[in-house]
C-alpha cells in the first residue's frame, strides 16, 4: 500500500509559478504510474497529467499543455508538477495519484477510476 502526501501548494498571482511535490511511501514507487488531478469548488475532480513508471510517456491535459511539466524521481520516490504561467483558472484543490501498473511500463492513465491511491491535496490559487 503506497501512502502519498503533496506539498508546495500556496498563493500566486497570474502568471507567476508554483512546483508541487508528492511523496510516496509504503510501496515500490516505480511499479506506479502517477497522475495529478484538480478539483475546484463545485466541479468535479478532472485529470491534469500522468507520467509512466519511469518518466516516459507525459501526458497533459489540453488546457495545461506547455505550461505545466510532470517529472518523477525514482530514487526519491517524488513525482512533480511544475506550473508556469498560471492562470485564475488554474486555482483548485490539487492531488497526486498512483495507479499499480506492475506489468505495464508505458501507460499513464488519465481516468481517475484507474487510480488507486490518493493525495490528501494541496490548495493551488492563482489571483489576478
Known amino acids: 500500500q503506497v501512502q502519498l502526501v503533496e506539498s508546495g501548494g500556496g498563493l500566486v498571482q497570474a502568471g507567476g509559478s508554483l512546483r508541487l511535490s508528492c511523496a510516496a511511501s509504503?510501496?515500490?514507487?516505480?511499479?506506479?504510474?502517477m497522475g495529478w488531478f484538480r478539483q475546484a469548488p463545485g466541479k468535479e475532480r478532472e485529470f491534469v497529467a500522468a507520467v509512466a513508471r519511469y518518466g516516459i510517456i507525459p501526458i497533459y491535459t489540453v488546457s495545461v499543455k506547455g505550461r505545466f511539466a510532470i517529472s518523477r524521481d525514482n530514487d526519491k520516490n517524488t513525482v512533480y508538477l511544475q506550473m508556469n504561467s498560471l492562470i485564475p483558472e488554474d486555482t483548485a484543490i490539487y492531488y497526486c495519484?498512483?495507479?499499480?501498473?506492475?506489468?505495464?511500463?508505458?501507460?499513464?492513465?488519465?481516468?481517475?477510476?484507474?487510480?488507486?491511491?490518493w493525495g490528501q491535496g494541496t490548495q493551488v490559487t492563482v489571483s489576478s
Open positions: 509504503g510501496g515500490t514507487f516505480s511499479r506506479y504510474a
Open positions: 495519484a498512483a495507479a499499480n501498473l506492475p506489468s505495464d511500463y508505458y501507460k499513464t492513465p488519465q481516468n481517475r477510476h484507474e487510480y488507486g491511491y
